[in-house]
């Protein structure tokens, strides 16, 4: 089966309602971010590609390096954030100054599916507050 941007929308989207649980990956019992991006590459691509070590909240900050933007770039393709469209991986910055380490996909022109702490995931507005964070953009392989 090909990857479409459809799909990867509609398996975003299937993950709505998950309860946010920090290093998760299982659709409807929990998930983080990356969680949330992981559970979508399985459902359209297949097995994940390599395994996530044990990451505490506060990671980034910590390493101080781009860890979340270079292993995305192993498996996914890098594209200009200007270039984001339905089915693209995000990667924000919570802070200019720290390395990015939010991610979410992009479902829509203005909206995208992730999963924030102390919340479900769930479909938002792409809002200027969102734009001027967004760090790095990313198309899964294949996309047709």
Do not use: N
Not at 105 to 131: K, Y
């Amino acid at each position: 089966m090909s990857v479409t941007r459809e799909r990867i929308v509609a398996a975003a989207r299937s993950w709505i309602g998950t309860p946010y649980r920090h290093q998760a990956s299982l659709k409807g019992v929990g998930c983080d971010c990356l969680g949330l991006v992981r559970g979508v590459w399985r459902d359209v691509v297949g097995e994940e590609p390599e395994r996530v070590p044990p990451y505490a909240p506060d990671w980034a900050e910590a390493a101080g390096k781009e860890t979340l933007a270079e292993a995305a770039a192993r498996h996914l393709l890098p594209i200009p954030c200007r270039a984001i469209a339905p089915g693209d991986v995000v990667l924000f910055r919570w802070r200019t100054h720290l390395p990015a380490k939010h991610a979410a996909i992009i479902a829509s022109e203005s909206t995208m599916v992730h999963a924030h702490d102390g919340a479900a995931v769930a479909e938002v507005a792409l809002a200027p507050w969102w734009r001027r964070r967004l760090a790095y953009a990313f198309r899964f392989p294949g996309v047709t």
